[in-house]
């Protein structure tokens, strides 16, 4: 009589199961299986795009995958971001996080379309240190001579900022506060972006700005327009002449813009720690280091705990800066 041989099929079955459940782990292990998107909300050639650019560089040569660079700009990074919120977690959609859509956004705007929590920080990668410029041929050859014309005469004192929000308000913000000048009376121009505020400054059209390094440091090159400090604990290797903000005499300056590297929420442990080791690893090899100086870049490297705790203080930082000057909504 035929009897169904129930008891080997379920033996291959468990057999079956068992090898998948070894497999796992190994599988999880070989990430990433394909292309890596990463996402940035600002347009090609700007601060956030170099360095993304720097990060799926060195992880294309490292891992024998294609990193990719997708610039998707608008609403001031918010579109970028909520984007690769929203995407799936499986660590091949991530994208540049930068102050503009953390802490400093979260510091000026109440109703941001997202929370901080909603994202997974995965490493600090680099700063973009504050420098503070003059047109070539000003008269004001350091910070504390700008700080006194701008004392004087506040109503002449002219000045571009990049954005209503963005590092340049802070920064420059922060300086006429620290040097005593009534900010409400000095004479605010803002532009759509560093770039037209640092070529108002070359041709003449504001006195002053405070713009990030690598968008500054072209034009300085160029002897269109002149550093007095830098917001950073070092001079900068590019220009060894500059004093700091602290050796200018302005030791509390301390805006700074900065880039790093986060994903969905619920992205896998995993995903997260090969990406924070790998760009601790980027942080000290010296080729990387090199590229980075050339396109004025300072790196560092805060895996994620430290990141996300950097942000917090950030956005302590920012919250009274942003009500101070005005532009908390």
């Not at 169904?4 to 033996?11: E, I, K, Q």
């Not at 292309?35 to 360095?51: H, L, M, R, W, Y």
């Not at 080791?277 to 050339?294: I, N, R, T, V, W």
Request: aromatic letters at 8%; proline letters at 9%; glycine letters at 8%.
């Amino acid at each position: 009589m035929f009897r169904p041989r129930v008891a080997p099929v379920a033996a291959v079955v468990a057999a079956l199961v068992f090898q998948m459940m070894l497999l796992a782990p190994a599988s999880a292990q070989e990430y990433p299986t394909r292309q890596i998107e990463i996402v940035v909300g600002f347009a090609p050639g700007g601060g956030a795009d170099v360095a993304a650019r720097l990060i799926s560089g060195y992880a294309s040569k490292k891992w024998g995958k294609p990193v990719t660079v997708v610039n998707q700009p608008g609403a001031s990074g918010m579109t970028a971001t909520r984007q690769v919120i929203n995407a799936r977690p499986d660590g091949h959609t991530l994208f540049l996080d930068v102050h503009a859509v953390s802490s400093m956004l979260f510091a000026s705007q109440s109703d941001v379309p997202y929370r901080m929590e909603d994202k997974t920080p995965i490493a600090l990668v680099t700063f973009d240190p504050v420098i503070y410029t003059v047109k070539a041929d000003s008269p004001w050859k350091t910070l504390k001579e700008v700080a006194e014309a701008a004392k004087a005469n506040p109503k002449s004192f002219r000045y571009g900022l990049g954005g209503v929000a963005a590092v340049a308000a802070f920064s420059v913000s922060q300086f006429l506060h620290a040097a005593g000048v009534p900010v409400p009376e000095t004479n605010k121009v803002v532009f759509a972006g560093g770039a037209p505020a640092l070529a108002a400054l070359a041709g003449g059209h504001v006195d002053f700005a405070g713009q990030q390094w690598s968008e500054a440091a072209p034009l300085i090159l160029g002897k269109k327009i002149r550093a007095l400090a830098v917001v950073h604990p070092t001079r900068l290797p590019t220009f060894p002449d500059v004093p700091t903000a602290k050796e200018a005499g302005f030791p509390e300056l301390n805006v700074v813009g900065w880039q790093g590297l986060s994903g969905p929420p619920k992205l896998p442990a995993n995903v997260v720690a090969k990406w924070s080791a790998l760009l601790e690893a980027a942080s000290k090899d010296p080729e990387f280091l090199q590229q980075a100086e050339k396109v004025y870049k300072v790196i560092v490297h805060k895996g994620p705990e430290a990141f996300w705790q950097f942000q917090q203080e950030e956005l302590k930082k920012y919250l009274p800066m942003a009500t101070q000057i005005g532009i908390r909504k």
